[in-house]
């Protein structure tokens, strides 16, 4: 059967990338889809950079939301419209062309839910569609000889989940798929500064905080940034100054359990493999991977070197594009 077009889609919590057989990443935007209430079925007004800019700032009819949560489809109507109008995007050729699509899961998902993102794409027009697990699109994408009988680990941290795995003969030997990921420590950083200033502060303000200041390791140049958020106490807006050293205190439990995953992880692979991924390394993708001295904070503990893949942020999406260069 001749494929007029491929496209493979990185669906993730935070980020949808979409990249086209031929012509390399074509979208970048972030997963949220704002909804007009008043309409029944709701309205999609906007999706994507436009819809993210909405958040926290919409009037009560309009509701900017999230459709994917923990890296898997909470809203599916609002997943289903995201999905047509980058797939729109994506396809050039006619609209009854046949289109192949393949989307990236994390390793955990269920039945259920696998069914749920194969009906989305096929609503939003795709003839075909396969899934591929995200660690091995991650693993892919980064280099990783995974075809080979030696053990690689990848630890793919996005903004949902963290997959840590181990992949060998173009498979996943083990795996583990935890809820603790960019959007976490989010979450940690506004529970912190809520905690500790009674002062509460939004989601973007959060993310702004971990991408200035955020570490799990003692960094050179470390600094401190003044926040603006709403008083607890009397409900009027203030500044407080926080600095990376409090920002790293917030971040640590989440670390934490990042560490423990990788552990357990090793500890449940062959030691034939285990040995390989020793003398090999631990490679992280995805945006997680950023945060400063997660790296070092991970050598230390594990005692086993771990490397950031070149293009953290494209692992997945590029992992996808090369299994359809090889799936003809």
């Known amino acids: 059967m001749i494929f007029s077009q491929d496209i493979g889609i990185d669906l993730g919590t935070s980020n949808t990338l979409v990249f086209v057989k031929g012509k390399g990443i074509i979208i970048r935007e972030p997963s949220v889809v ?6 029944s079925p709701v309205r999609v007004v906007a ?15 309009i509701s900017a939301l999230r459709p ?16 047509k109008k980058y797939i729109r995007k994506a396809i050039t050729a006619s609209p009854f062309s046949k289109t192949r699509v393949m989307i990236c899961v994390p390793s955990g998902v269920t039945e259920v839910e696998r069914r749920a993102v194969n009906d989305a794409a096929k609503s939003a027009g795709a003839r075909y569609v ?17 075809e080979n009988a030696t053990g690689s680990m990848i630890v793919d941290i996005g903004g949902g989940t963290a997959e840590v795995a181990v992949v060998a003969l173009g498979d996943i030997v083990t795996s583990r798929s935890i809820k ?31 991408i200035k200041l955020g570490s799990a390791y003692e960094y050179e140049s470390e600094g401190a940034m003044s926040i603006k958020g709403r008083n607890l106490v009397d409900g009027l807006p203030k500044d407080v100054e926080i600095t990376s050293e409090e920002i790293r205190e917030a971040l640590s439990d989440c670390v934490r359990q990042l ?5 357990i992880t090793l500890e449940n ?7 390989d991924i020793v003398d090999n390394g631990i490679t992280l993708t995805g945006g997680g991977a950023l945060l400063r001295g997660l790296d070092k904070l991970i050598e230390k503990e594990i005692k086993i070197p771990v490397h950031i893949a070149d293009n953290p ?12 260069e090889k799936h003809h």
């Open 34 to 39: 704002a909804v007009d209430q008043r309409f």
């Open 47 to 61: 999706v994507g950079t436009q819809a993210k800019e909405m958040i926290g700032r919409t009037p009560g009819s």
């Open 68 to 83: 994917l949560r923990d890296g898997v489809i909470a809203d599916f109507d609002a997943t289903a419209e995201m999905l």
């Open 130 to 146: 396969a899934l591929i697990e995200e660690p091995m699109a991650a693993a892919i994408g980064a280099g990783l000889p995974v």
């Open 180 to 210: 603790v990921a960019g959007d976490s420590y989010d979450e940690a950083i506004i529970n912190y500064i809520r905690k500790k200033y009674n002062i509460l502060i939004g989601e973007r303000t959060a993310e702004d905080i971990k």
């Open 259 to 263: 560490v423990d995953s990788v552990r």
């Open 269 to 275: 692979t062959p030691p034939e493999l285990a040995a």
């Open 313 to 324: 942020l494209d692992c997945v999406v590029e992992g996808t594009g090369i299994c359809l």
